[in-house]
């Protein structure tokens, strides 16, 4: 059996915690590889929101295995409030979720050493969620961070008052200060509950279930514009976002993976700094925020919004290798009497079809304007019965993409989904 992968293409927040808990009853194994408590992956179903940072969009599913895999970042106070919300017994919840050994740790410092950062970096700022994410990973890269297997070591307390107390010589000489005690406790009760769960190499776990003949699903967090390679760094995040980064997440060979699913919304949202070529800072973008609900679902920051770029959307393609295309908030489109589409950009009055490397570069998005709709869609469950001038928007999607588009969504919550 090989492994699917379900990853952003955008700027994050594409849907995919809807989509995985969508698709989860067709997988035995649903998997975390890169970041952390960044993400917020939002699913619906009995009228009922959840958001979730780093559980698996596979948890309210019975009978599914989820792993936190060695390429996420695991906050254990953040985990420990994860749980405790989710309205599932603990001892259901110990069945079904299973963390790597080799998952590192954010520290309670992290999470003030990346607001320290940000501050230190003024009108440059990232716009981070301040989580921790970046000042955990580099402790990961530098081989100074402390991982979830560690937890059962007799001297792991020394080794988190070495690593806390190099952080706050930084942050004295970063000149931030800041009382961590209260979140220290709350850090150590998440180290308490983390014990009680399966923590183990999970690469052997997941080769075994694949070689058993069973179906994994790897669940990307952000998007494929925000990888620490290939996004518009700096401002990106820490961790490779792309199908590639699924192999280091998770200790899969390349040669496992079957289906690479891009998921990607109807138009574009972007949520912190850095370039954004379509984004619209008009009426326009304004009722996209308000219709689409556009808000940050870790930070409830309002996102900027703009419409679809097609040329980012091809380069992700081509990253991932992505097999099929899922588009998602189809329904938030409806009203417009026409729509735009990026199909290629202008920089110094010249044409190209290349995302530039230089951030400052400045984008004249040439669009491509189509048709729009005005019927209500979030019922419809029919490919065939959505309004002609919406199947001609994605049939010109797949057309510019070389990638069929597989799955239509009309609505946050679980059922209102189009398969075709
Ligand atoms: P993720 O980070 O990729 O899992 O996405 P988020 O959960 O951060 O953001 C997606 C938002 O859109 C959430 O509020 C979802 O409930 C909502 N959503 C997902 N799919 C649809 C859809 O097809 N239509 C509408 N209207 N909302 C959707
Ligand atoms: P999901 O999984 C949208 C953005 C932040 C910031 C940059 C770096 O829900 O799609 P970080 O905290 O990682 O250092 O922030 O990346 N960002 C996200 N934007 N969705 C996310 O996750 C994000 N995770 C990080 O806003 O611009
Ligand atoms: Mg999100």
Redesign the pocket.
Known sequence: MKIDILL?LQW?????????DALSPDYDVIARFQGGPN??????FNNV?H?LHLIP?GIFREGKTNIIGNGVVLDPAVFRKEIDELGIPLNELTGRLVISSKANLILPTHRILDAAYEQKKGNLKIGSTLKGIGPAYTDKASRNGLRAGDIMLEGFGTMYKELSSVHNELLKFLRYDSDISANEIDWFRGIELLKKFRIENTEYLINNLLSAGKRVLAEG?Q?TMLDLDFGSYPYVTSSNTISAGACTGLGVSPGRIAEVFG?FKAYCTRVGSGPFPTELNDETGEFLRKK??EF???TGRPRRCGWLDLPALRYAIMINGTTRLFM?????LSGFSSVKVCTSYRINGRATDQVPFDNNSVIEPVYTELPGWNEDI?GIRKYDNLPRNLRSYIEFIEKNTGIPVTIV????DRN??IFR
């Open positions: 952003g994050g927040d594409e849907g995919k915690g809807k989509i995985v993400a917020g992956h939002s699913l619906e929101k958001i969009s967090a998007g998921i689409g609900v940050g679902a870790t998602m908030k189809a329904d938030i979030t969504s009309v609505g946050p209102s989904t």
